[in-house]
């Protein structure tokens, strides 16, 4: 810095050094600035030596410049990091408190022989909490607490807010800088609470002597919020004299308004209350002048200081001024001069018409908004700097927007920035949302830690798996409790020595038999997963399954293969306990189905299936620092995916389609429920399309939004230039590299956040699924029909034919009608499809076993759809999808045409106690799913096959190929 070479030696010729002269005014000049060189190269020990410097003051701004525009830190973040990743507030923090621990004890020495009236550094609390007193007050303290030095002033703002935080503080004995502070009546209120905290404190048995506090009133802005005020005064005067009067206060109104509160000062540090206190050793609040550097070019660099020099004040003056004054700096005791004047200067403003009242009012404001721009600038460059160090430890994002979609994002995340709704995310203000009740569910945002505490109770549980030997652990569960699970199943391989993961997400009576021949009853765990517990489909097959247990090794004995996860006082925690189960698992009630993951849901079928849950948890823990409150929307990786996303869903970009490489290949299920049960709905939405091969980037309408994600080894040369291809036709993409499968907790809270986010753009609440449960209720309605009467309420079809029957309301059939269907099936399917029109999507909805083979089926056929008719496609499984996408079929956007697919099971399945069977369940499913996807008006039409299933899907097929022709 050049200021520092000026810094000369003290010799004879010096000896007059006006900065260090200041002392004999009565005045401490303190210095506005600190960086980690100038204090380790010994320039911060050179001014207290020369220049008698006494004291340094640190803020945002100060901090965002040393560490934010430097790369001075780099070396430092480096070696914290290598002591572990950490979140980027605490980095800054770690940093700052380092700096701050220096700077106190060059000036230690200072202090010491000021027997501690003097030689002070300050620390300023986050500028986040300017407006709330309790996180004030608690910042200050573990600040206070962790740079643990008795020279450190906390500097807190004197906003209404801050003011309460001052007088507890100083109570506690912490010594206070109070900054941000303009107007004398503030002043005035900020010295009560000084010595109000005092008195407290001297009450409590504290001794006064150890509490120091400045009040740091704040010049040069003052003026040029005044002058600016004048100038459009001196334009606007007509007359040349008033002209000359306006002209006459442009530079003199902040220090009237300094010099009128030091005489504020005099007053409150004199009297009898305050002489009682003086004499139990009190030290007064200083008045210390700040924002002391000449904005304005036309003043005297050094007027700040010259202006004000008077008795037991302070100036904290940055590094230029100090330069300037030690070069030419005059003194003379100015700060009680012409007091008149200075009354007659905000008298003259007065009445001119400009309120210093409300200059004063906005400049906190401003002040509160300039030092969080800056604290979000200086995050911003941390958390850059920690994802380089991070390296490949944190899975890439990249994101390729459109120029349209571009704009959008950084003009929202602009808006997110300002509005600190980063911040409001994690501190659950569900003002983010829609002010209903999202507060209730966001327990996700801190689970993750939350579990590592426990890490240890689920490494004991998975050693006692292990013991067991079982050769097979089943998940009964869906959506939330099902998808996560079968993520974790698929990607990774099996763990020696643990049982091999299944999820049964299923009420199709083949699927059922087809797991239960894949495992060995007798040595398999089962995982009833339900956060509700009043689930159809778990409940009845956990019934199922325990039948079985019980028959192959003894009723007695069955429940001790089972475990349960549930929240607590559901009616399945009720039930394992009555059943013996082996342990019950509780979820936490704040976190839904769907973002339940990195809760018990995901975690429990993880241990059992051996995987390192902790690796899990720190992964995860990886993204959620990166992802953190404090971390600015625009290098916020999922805040960026979820106004990307959201933003682009609004403009019409709906259709998320996610393309997971092989490696993680079932990562799309997830997701896919995730975007579309939290976003779908209020008739707005997306519409996540999982598992359609990428294409030729002619076969995409401009409703698309890419998601690419692949682990880093997964090399794929056409895949990426058919990537590239869809960017260059102007397609949005987002390309997500995971180092490896064990780094998947990060994508599951990038995308939860992303959700959460995108929820927030489109205006919808993120965390209920509305239509999810009145497919329940229409569900329910028609089994307890059944219940009643040994069947389900009749249903006519539109036709009947060999082979297939077509079922829709009366609405839809009379569309499909005059659109030309008449006997033939082809004849529905190619009215039904030819009204989706560009921007719709069309979905297969099948109530069949969830298999290879039938994947295959409905694979083909969409694709058929895809490239024929250009629309986004999605193939989903009933009833699985119900608690997935089916909330966005029925309550998002109404773009979707919907193709039913029912089958007769050639073999039913009981369920133990209950009249109904799967085979009746899954009817009922499919029936209340299509109910309400008709009430909705939404295009639908339920193809039911008779006979052989093999041979009806593939006469289905060869129809929808014909319907395409
Ligand atoms: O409040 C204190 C000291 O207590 C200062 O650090 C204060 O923040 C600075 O003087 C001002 O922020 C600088 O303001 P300005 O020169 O940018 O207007
Ligand atoms: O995604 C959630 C599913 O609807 C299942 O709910 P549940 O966990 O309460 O059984």
Redesign the pocket.
């Known amino acids: 810095m050049e200021f520092l070479q000026t810094a000369r030696p003290r010799t004879e010729k010096n000896v007059m050094n006006p900065v260090r002269e200041l002392q004999n005014h009565g005045q401490a000049i303190w210095l ?1 600035f600190l960086a980690r060189g100038f204090i380790t190269k010994g320039d911060l020990k050179t001014l207290v030596d020369n220049d008698g410097l006494r004291g340094v ?3 945002p ?1 100060i901090f965002e410049k040393a560490i934010g525009s430097s790369d001075e830190y780099d070396s430092a973040i480096v070696s914290l990091m290598k002591k572990g990743d950490r979140s980027v507030a605490d980095l800054y923090e770690q940093l700052a408190i380092e700096d701050i621990q220096h700077a106190a004890d060059v000036l230690r020495p200072a202090y010491d022989r000021l027997d501690g009236a003097d030689g002070f550094v ?1 620390l300023e609390v986050s500028p986040y909490l300017a407006n709330d007193t309790e996180g004030t007050i608690a910042e200050a303290r573990r600040l206070w607490k962790s740079v643990n030095r008795k020279n450190l002033m906390i ?1 807190v703002p004197a906003t209404p807010n801050g003011l309460p935080a001052i007088q507890q503080l100083i109570s506690e004995g912490i010594s206070v ?1 109070i ?1 941000l502070l303009f107007s004398q009546k503030v002043y005035v209120e900020v010295a009560e609470a000084y010595l109000a905290g005092l008195q407290n404190y001297i009450r409590n048995g504290g001794d006064p002597a150890h509490v120091a506090s ?1 009040a ?1 009133f ?1 010049v ?2 003052i003026d040029s919020a005044a002058d600016k005020q004048l100038d459009e005064k001196i334009a606007q005067a007509n007359d040349p004299a008033e002209k000359a009067r306006l002209a006459a206060l442009k530079g003199k109104v902040a220090i009237a308004n300094a010099k009128l509160a030091y005489q504020e000062y005099k007053q409150l540090f004199a009297g009898e209350d305050w002489q009682k206190l003086e004499a139990e050793g009190a030290r007064p609040q200083r008045l ?1 002048w ?2 002391t ?1 000449t904005k304005n070019k036309d003043y005297r660099d050094v007027l700040y200081i010259e202006e004000l020099i008077g008795p037991d004040t302070v100036n ?1 003056v ?1 590094p230029a001024t100090l330069d300037g004054f030690r070069d030419h700096g005059e003194l003379r005791d100015s700060l009680e001069e012409n007091l008149d004047d200075a009354r007659q200067v905000l008298a003259a403003l007065a009445d001119a018409g400009i309120s210093l009242d409300a200059i004063t009012r906005d400049l906190v404001t401003e002040g509160v908004k300039l030092f969080e721009d800056a604290a979000d600038k200086l995050l911003g460059a941390v958390a850059r700097k920690r994802e380089k160090i991070l390296g490949s430890a944190i899975d890439r994002q990249t994101l390729s927007l459109d120029p349209s979609t571009a704009k959008s994002v950084e003009a929202k995340a602009d808006d997110w920035r300002a509005a600190g709704a980063v911040r409001k995310l994690w501190q659950k203000d569900k003002s983010v949302w829609t002010n209903t009740d999202e507060d209730k569910w966001l327990g996700w945002l801190t689970s993750p830690a939350a579990e590592l505490d426990r890490a240890a109770d689920y490494e004991d549980y998975a050693w006692r798996v292990k013991k067991q030997k079982f050769t097979d652990a089943v998940v009964l569960g869906m959506g939330g409790s099902s998808l996560g699970p079968e993520v974790l199943a698929k990607t990774f391989p099996k763990a020696a020595g643990f049982p091999k993961l299944h999820v049964l997400d299923s009420t199709d009576p083949a699927e059922i038999r087809s797991l239960e021949a894949a495992i060995d009853i007798a040595r398999t765990v089962f995982i009833v997963s339900s956060k509700s517990g009043g689930t159809t489909e778990p409940n009845a097959l956990k019934d199922y399954f325990h039948a079985r247990v019980a028959k192959a090794i003894g009723a007695d004995k069955a429940g001790h293969r089972f475990i349960a996860i549930t929240d607590p006082g559901s009616s399945l925690d009720a039930e394992a306990a009555r059943l013996g189960y082996a342990r019950t698992f509780h979820g936490d009630p704040e976190i839904g189905g769907r973002y339940s993951i990195l809760s018990p849901f995901g975690l429990v079928p993880a241990a059992t299936a051996g995987i390192d849950v902790t690796g899990l948890l720190e992964g995860a823990l990886v993204m959620v620092r990166s992802c953190g409150a404090q971390v600015p929307p625009h290098d916020n990786p999922g805040v960026q995916l979820g106004l990307a996303m959201g933003l682009a869903g609004r403009e019409g970009r709906d259709k998320v389609t996610i393309l997971a490489s092989p490696k993680i290949a079932d990562f799309g299920a997830w997701a896919e429920q995730l975007i579309a049960e939290s976003t779908g709905k209020e008739g707005k939405g997306l519409i996540p399309v999982d598992g359609e091969p990428l294409g030729d980037a002619s076969l995409y309408g401009d409703d698309r939004f890419f998601i690419d994600i692949r682990t880093a080894d997964e090399e794929d040369a056409a895949h990426d230039e058919k990537l590239r291809a869809l960017e260059n036709a102007g397609h949005p993409v987002v390309r997500i590299v995971m180092n490896s499968i064990e780094q998947i907790g990060q994508e599951f809270f990038r995308f939860e956040i992303a959700a959460a986010v995108a929820g927030a753009v489109l205006g919808i609440n993120p965390f209920d699924q509305p239509d999810v449960e009145a497919a329940k209720i229409r569900t329910r309605e028609l089994t307890s029909a059944f219940e009643k009467t040994g069947r389900l309420p009749d249903e006519e079809p539109a036709i009947s034919a060999n082979g297939f029957d077509i079922y829709t309301d009366a609405e839809n059939a009379r569309a499909l009608r005059e659109k030309g269907a008449d006997g033939e099936l082809s004849s529905w399917l190619k009215a039904h499809l030819s009204r989706a029109e560009p921007g719709d999507y069309v979905a297969l909805l099948a109530y069949v076993a969830r298999n290879e083979d039938h994947i295959g089926e409905l694979q083909r056929m969409r694709l058929a759809v895809r490239d024929r008719k250009k629309v986004a496609t999605c193939a989903e499984f009933g009833p699985r999808f119900l608690h997935s996408t089916g909330q966005a079929y029925k309550g998002g956007p109404d773009s979707g045409v919907f193709l039913q697919i029912t089958a007769d099971d050639p073999r039913d399945l009981k369920i133990p106690g209950r009249k109904m069977s799967f085979s009746i369940i899954k009817a009922a499913q499919a029936r209340g799913d299509f109910d309400v996807l008709t009430r909705r008006g939404r295009r639908a039409l339920r193809v039911h096959l008779k006979g052989n299933l093999k041979s009806g899907l593939s006469r289905l097929d060869d129809a929808i190929s014909r319907a395409l022709m």
Do not use: E, H, Y
């Open positions: 506005d003051t640190s803020n701004s300050s500097k800088n900054t400045v740091s704040f040069s802005r210390l700040a924002s550097g904290t940055p």
